[in-house]
Every structure is written in structure tokens, then in C-alpha cells.
């Protein structure tokens, strides 16, 4: 498929957070997060959240609606420019119950330097997803063509000049 990758840095990324999340390792999955990830689940209905705090909260009040809960990693593509789309599949059981949920759900994440800048989660409709990661993809590659190679200035500005204002 044109644009698909699966640079192996970009991969391992995605495989170790469903490894925290399955472990149910808030300390590990938002280790390379910036402080002001955005958590959007707005497209599956329950909100979004932004910063640590409010991530955690929210997946700690998810995780512990189950007794158990798993994810299953599907495919990740790295779309390019900080784009990175994943399909996985939660099996739960939700607490105090005998019945199991089962979801196939993508996120759609960004980064910047291998700093995830925001994850939105799909659980209804993984085509739509899928269009959202594409066109993120290229408004980014557009973006990136008109401004400095550095992601880092990119994403700050120039660090040289950010120091001589303080």
C-alpha cells in the first residue's frame, strides 16, 4: 500500500503500549506521551481528555470496569509525518459479570520526534479512522514542507531563540 511502513522503531512504540496497557502500566504506556497528550475517544462517544492527569484518570476508570481486559495489536501502519494508524481488538469481561465484550478499535496517533502528541480512538467505524490518519498525514506533509526540518522547531520553535527570551 503506498505510504505504508512499519519502521521498526515505530512499531515497537505500539507494541510496547499494548504490552503496558495489558500489564495495566500507566507509568510505561505514558512514558515517551508528552505532558499535554490529547486522549481523544470523542469519535467511540466517551470524550477527550488532555494531560497526564486527566488520561490517567480516565483509563484507570476504564480499565477498572473490568476484571479482565486485553488488547490484541491487528496492524500498525506508519502513515508518515508523525502518523501512525493502529487496529486492535479489546477482549473483556466486564467486573462482576460472566459475559465478554469485544471490540476492534483503531487509534489514530501523532508524534513529533517520538513523542506521541495525541492518540484519537475509533471503535465504530475503522474506515473512518483509517481517512482521518490519511488525511492527517498529508496536512502534515504540507505542513512540514513549508517549515524548518528540525522537528523540534516544529513543534516549539528555535530553541536558540526561546532561550534568549527567558
Request: net charge negative.
Amino acid at each position: 500500500m503506498p505510504g505504508e511502513s512499519t519502521t521498526p522503531d515505530l512499531v515497537e512504540l505500539v507494541r510496547d503500549g499494548i504490552d503496558a496497557v495489558n500489564r495495566r502500566d500507566l507509568d510505561a504506556l505514558m512514558s515517551n506521551w508528552s505532558p499535554d497528550v490529547v486522549y481523544d475517544t470523542s469519535p467511540s462517544g466517551m470524550g477527550t481528555y488532555q494531560g497526564h492527569a486527566a488520561v490517567r484518570a480516565f483509563m484507570k476508570g476504564y480499565w477498572d470496569l473490568f476484571d479482565e481486559l486485553r488488547f490484541e495489536l491487528e496492524s500498525v501502519e506508519n502513515l508518515g509525518h508523525g502518523v501512525i494508524l493502529s487496529v486492535n481488538r479489546q477482549d473483556g469481561r466486564p467486573a462482576g459479570s460472566g459475559a465478554r465484550v469485544r471490540v476492534r478499535e483503531a487509534h489514530v496517533i501523532t508524534l513529533v520526534a517520538d513523542v506521541v502528541l495525541s492518540v484519537t480512538v475509533y471503535t465504530t467505524d475503522i474506515g473512518a479512522a483509517r481517512a482521518a490518519a490519511e488525511r492527517l498525514a498529508e496536512e502534515r506533509s504540507r505542513q512540514s514542507a513549508a517549515s524548518p526540518a528540525d522537528p523540534l522547531q516544529r513543534c516549539c520553535g528555535d530553541p536558540a531563540t526561546a532561550a534568549r527570551s527567558q
